[in-house]
């Protein structure tokens, strides 16, 4: 996990923070989601073939299955790589997003709850998500694909900064 | 176990608790009963062995179900601590409620239709905690349920227990002509209103008289919303006290509820297009921390200020809930012109500022929104930039809130802008934060009555 350095001039990462990456192995996680769209096309192509209907149509959905499944991981791929995040002195800003960017601020004295979430397919892969809870039900403020001990430090940081801050509702 | 709760100074609830309760369901009951009497009357074979029986079974489940209130009612009851309130209840498996007297914010008083009708009351506490839902207290006399109202407020703020309860100043009315005329000023009840006038020419031209039947059921469609909001807000009443501010509304069922001071986490003045052009109207809507908005009935009310008013009446009573604010003196920065690509429709009615103490957001064409969000009551702050919106360097800012109808948001500015949006709104959240009294109002009370007391 690499650390950005100096300012990029970006809107959606602002200089004078710290920002940090996540692991390249949410990029692996992400395309992982695609399995299931490329069995369905190996299994329509494969009953294409032993039909009727003539060789072209198989070819003709082959093609085009197959650019959207390359165009789908490349838009994956890109989105995994864009997660960032920075603790600042008194909030934490977390920036994803390729096609939709965004970039939210929260506060350390009005995050309720910090929890760490771990899929099977992230454990596997060696990875982990923190979740932020503030009294808004629109915060989604959350930071997947985190080495679990990165993850582990992250949530007792926030909690620790959280306390010392905590300013009510 | 002591099987009577009348040991230890516990109230009892009122002894119609169990009817009121069970209404619906011995209703319902009624009804079975009364059909199966009257199916067998009907045809013509008098009292048949069979209806007998059937008559039997409801009168037995009917004495069950009597007993069983009776038994609930008599295992319930309720002390009063100096600090805590006990609820005991429960027959077979005892369950004891406490509620902290020094956690309390509010005390509702809600009255539903049939315990309005027997003179009964329910109570709802409101205890300070986000997403604590309220305690009820159901059903006590009317005059017992105002008697343990003061009698808590006033323990939870350390003062006397017989200290009546606090007088109160009534700041708006809403009176009866303008909220009728304002629920037929929707574009719901007009259309329905058109549709039925509509109907009502074609029949007479026709000479049939079909159509009517038909339409009937629209008209109920398109004007039922409007009258349960009628009865609901019926004789709508805020009053300032020192416990916050005090809602009374209703009509078949009335309710009583209290804002307190420091839980209102934003604040939005509707005016729709028609109420603007015609009586220069408005109504208000609230974020208020602890209800959901939406959750059944109870939460979509509580984020109800007031249904109709005139523009300077919302600002006064405003400024009482959200004091030292001068909406007007507030300079709205209008969204740059690329902000007609995005937002054809309304974007010259965009707006955003901001002054020491809140945030307004100003959004809407046809219906003019405007949100107004103390800086100490931001949750956390977002940054959006969609594909189109980076084409032409804007971006929209959120400021998110408790859950709730308000949603502020500002929208489409030039990116630099927007980040300084962020950066300074979250510069002033920090420092309101940090100013800020606490939330437990009823604490600041008690240490001054402790302060103040020999």
């Given amino acids: ?34 399995t299931v769209p490329l069995l369905v096309l190996v299994v329509a192509l494969v009953v294409l073939a032993v039909t009727p209907p003539p060789v072209a149509v198989t070819v003709a959905v082959g093609v085009v299955g197959a650019i959207a499944l390359v165009a789908a991981a490349l838009a994956l791929a890109r989105n995994a790589r864009s997660w960032a995040y920075a603790e600042r002195d008194e909030d934490l ?32 892969l060696g990875i982990a998500t923190v979740k932020l809870h503030t009294a808004a039900a629109t915060t989604d403020a959350e930071i997947p694909g985190l080495p679990p001990e990165e993850a582990a430090r992250l949530r007792d940081r926030l909690s620790e900064r959280g306390e010392a801050r905590l300013a009510g509702l | 176990m002591s099987s009577s709760t009348a040991q230890r100074g516990a109230r009892r609830l009122h002894p119609l608790t169990p009817l009121v309760r069970g209404w619906k369901a011995l ?24 209806a007998w029986i059937a008559l ?15 038994m609930s009612w008599r295992f319930t009851g309720y002390t ?11 027959v077979l498996a005892r369950r004891t409620r406490h509620v902290r007297l020094d956690r309390l914010q509010a005390v509702d008083v809600v009255r539903p239709m049939v315990a309005r009708a027997l003179g009964l009351a329910e109570l709802r506490l409101d205890t300070a905690g986000s997403g604590d839902a309220k305690v009820p207290l159901a059903y006590l006399s009317e005059a017992d349920a105002q008697a343990l109202r003061a009698e808590l407020l006033a323990r939870a703020a350390g003062i006397d227990a017989d200290t009546p309860e606090a007088p109160e100043q009534v700041l708006v009315e809403v009176p009866l002509a303008d909220l009728v005329v304002s629920r037929l000023l929707t574009s719901t009840a007009l259309l329905g209103i058109l549709a039925v006038a509509a109907v009502v020419v074609a029949v007479v031209v026709a000479g049939e008289g079909g159509p009517l039947l038909v339409v009937a059921p629209g008209l109920v469609a398109a004007l039922g919303p409007a009258v349960q909001q009628f009865l609901l807000n019926f004789g709508f009443t805020v009053a300032d006290s020192p416990d916050g501010l005090r809602l009374r509304h209703g009509l078949l069922e009335t309710r009583a509820h209290t804002v307190p001071p420091g839980r209102v986490q934003a604040v939005r003045i509707v005016e729709p297009w028609l109420w603007r052009r015609t009586r220069g109207w408005c109504h208000v809507q609230l974020n208020v921390a602890g209800t959901v908005g939406g959750r059944g009935r109870d939460g979509a009310q509580e984020t ?151």
């Fill in chain 1, 1 to 34: 996990m690499s650390s950005v350095d100096g300012p990029r001039g970006d809107l959606l990462l602002p200089a004078g923070a710290d920002w940090r990456r996540v692991s390249p192995r949410l990029v692996t996680a992400r395309l992982l989601l695609l």
């Fill in chain 2, 27 to 50: 209703a319902v009951l009624a009804a079975v009963g009364a059909r199966q009497g009257l199916e067998s009357a009907g045809r013509g074979e008098g009292f048949v062995p069979d």
């Fill in chain 2, 304 to 454: 109800v200020l007031l249904p109709v008013a005139t523009r300077a009446q919302a600002l006064a009573v405003l400024s009482r809930v959200l004091p030292g604010l001068d909406l007007d003196a507030i300079p709205l920065e209008p969204a740059p012109r690329a902000a007609r690509w995005c937002d054809p429709w309304a974007w010259r009615c965009l707006g955003a500022g901001a002054d020491e103490r809140y945030f307004v957001s100003r959004h809407g064409r046809l219906v003019r929104e405007t949100d107004v969000v103390p800086h100490e009551r931001t949750q956390s702050v977002r940054l959006r930039q969609g594909p189109l919106q980076r084409r032409l360097g804007l971006a929209s800012v959120h400021l998110d809130s408790t859950p709730g109808p308000i949603h502020p948001v500002v929208a489409h500015r030039a990116a630099a802008e927007a980040v300084l949006i962020v950066e300074s709104q979250a510069e002033r959240a920090r420092h309101a934060r940090a100013t800020a009294l606490p939330e437990r109002w009823m604490t600041v009370r008690r240490d001054v009555a402790r302060a103040d007391a020999p």
């Fill in chain 2, 56 to 70: 039997l079974f409801v009168v037995v489940v009917l004495v069950l179900a009597l007993g069983a209130g009776y």
């Fill in chain 1, 93 to 124: 800003l977390v920036s994803h997003g390729v096609m939709l960017r965004r970039l939210v601020v929260v506060p350390y004295g009005r995050m309720q709850l910090v929890d760490v979430h771990v899929g099977p397919v992230d454990r596997l």
């Fill in chain 2, 80 to 90: 009063v601590d100096a600090d805590t309130l006990r609820i005991d209840s429960g």
